[in-house]
């Protein structure tokens, strides 16, 4: 009978790994000043508070996911508290990079006033 080592990846796991290579990748990206803050040009070109917004995100995700396993054992409830915002953040720095490589597959999108005017019932 052979003895097999099973690993369970947990969730703060997987977040604070894919946090530490998209941290990694982003310093590969060539940058651009956007108001004299450095902006990568790839996705968040124009758009240095969506880029800032992911950052952000990421920050929190790491630390959070960093926080679970340190306090795992120590103290359960605070450990499942770190969880969440690991998540939390996670979610919304995926979101802020979806929204702003939406943004810049699609372009700019103007409306017309008349139409916002129309639709609002001004």
């Not at 770190?82 to 943004?103: F, H, P």
Request: aromatic share 10%; with cysteine; proline share 6%.
């Amino acid at each position: 009978m052979s003895s097999h080592f099973i690993t369970r990846t947990r969730v703060e796991e997987l977040i604070l790994v894919l946090s530490f290579m998209a941290a990694f990748l982003l310093l590969q990206l060539p940058f651009e000043e956007v108001d004299g803050n450095p902006v990568p040009r790839v996705v968040f070109s124009k758009r240095p508070a969506c880029f800032h917004a992911y950052l952000l995100a990421l920050n929190f995700a790491f630390t959070g996911a960093v926080m679970t396993m340190s306090l795992r054992k120590k103290c359960p409830k605070a450990a499942a508290l770190c969880r969440r915002l690991a998540c939390l953040a996670a979610t919304a720095a995926v979101g802020a990079l979806a929204w702003s490589a939406a943004a810049a597959s699609l372009g700019p999108v103007n409306f017309p006033v008349s139409q916002v005017a129309e639709a609002s019932g001004l």
